[in-house]
């Protein structure tokens, strides 16, 4: 990479890496946004062609990360469906004792116990890799202002 960097060089790497919060505003922003920058500079500056390379090599390593662990974790969500079947989760098998005010909570009743240490994990799994994208986004639109070259962690290379 070039020794000295313009400041035009160092705002536009800085924009394409802040770009990929455009997910929040617009579907697939984090792609569509830092492609359209990167390949329009690209073959201009290699500062712009090295950061918007990380930048889509992260947020491609990242969605594939969040469907692996959604893909994981259906064997747990379809295990709770057959409870959900048996018409006694929702109660319509005592609709005939309205009439009998009796309120009974037991933990016995509670049928989908068995969804919510998976469904738990993987939430908490799902949050930690956003707050992965966006603690890492923010780092690297940082120090590529600054002029300093940013390697996301946990990437893989798809455009090299």
Known sequence: MATTLTKHERNLSAIIHASTF????IPFGNFILPLILWTANKKEYEFVDYNGKQALNFQISMLLYSISLSILSIPFFLSFWPDVFDW????????????NFDIHISNDDFKLRNLLWPAGITGLLQA???IVNVVYSILATIRTNEGQAFKYPLTIKFIK
């Open 88 to 99: 006694d989760v929702f109660g319509f098998n005592r609709l005939h004792n309205l009439n």
């Open 22 to 25: 455009s997910k929040y505003f």
């Open 128 to 130: 930690s890799l956003i």
